[in-house]
């Protein structure tokens, strides 16, 4: 069974980089074709997706955000880690990370941290 | 930029049909994957491909795509389908792998 954990600050101030972690387990990112997805939604919004990381260190942004991201992993830690800096009020909202499968569905998604923005 | 555009919002009766349609150039190529988002819930893989469903997803939800648009079905609706309903799909430069729809709010009466 897949399941993933997203963990970080609640709240950041803007301007501040924002550093949150997906903790998963029931796979692994050595295995051929998997990866790891970021999704955030703002409160009452739509969803959208932020970054992938895949097993072969593989790295995808999304590009209206693409200067502020960067997106790694540990295998030995079974840890994937956003970075978002420069953050602003507009970025507050739910963050998500979701498993990744050979067809690139996000088919497992973790529950989800909330983030403010504000100071 | 690339988008997918969906219906805010729909209604179905207990028990009826529903369509929920998803519109964007890249649907002529690549098929859409449709989520389902239950509130204070994270989203649930619900279609993908053709018209393939995860396990567990009931039978009553299937897709299709006609031009430009690709639409999810949900085939005597019930109570617990009450949710938020995502399209996504890719852009056809590449550039954006992921780009969710607006999402369409399904309310069963």
């Known amino acids: 069974q897949i399941t993933l954990k997203e963990s970080g600050p609640a709240q950041v101030q803007p301007t501040r980089t924002l550093t949150l972690t997906c903790t998963f387990s029931?796979?692994?990112?050595?295995?051929?074709?998997?990866?790891v997805g970021w999704i955030r939604q703002p409160p009452g919004e739509a969803l959208e997706w932020l970054a992938a990381i895949f097993w072969d260190d593989g790295k995808r942004y999304s590009p209206s955000l693409q200067g502020r991201l960067s997106i790694t992993k540990d295998t030995s830690k079974d840890q994937v880690v956003l970075t978002m800096a420069n953050m602003d009020p507009v970025d507050t909202g739910t963050y998500y990370c979701?498993?990744?499968?050979?067809?690139?569905?996000?088919?497992?998604w973790g529950q989800g941290t909330q983030v403010i923005v504000s100071s | 930029s690339f988008e997918l555009t969906q219906d805010p919002a729909v209604s179905v009766a207990l028990g009826q049909t529903v369509r929920i349609t998803c519109q964007g150039d890249s649907l002529r190529v690549y098929y859409a994957t449709w989520y389902q988002q239950k509130p204070g819930q994270a989203p649930v893989l619900l279609l993908y491909?053709?018209?393939n469903r995860p396990s567990g997803i009931p039978e009553r939800f299937s897709g299709s795509t006609s031009g430009d648009t690709a639409s999810l079905t949900i085939t005597g609706a019930q109570a617990e389908d009450e949710a938020d309903y995502y399209c996504n799909s890719r852009d056809s430069s590449g550039n954006h792998p992921w780009v969710f729809g607006g999402g369409t709010k399904v309310t069963v009466l």
């Open positions: 029931g796979f692994s990112l050595n295995i051929s074709s998997v990866g």
């Open positions: 979701a498993h990744l499968d050979w067809l690139h569905n996000f088919d497992s």
């Open positions: 491909g053709k018209s």
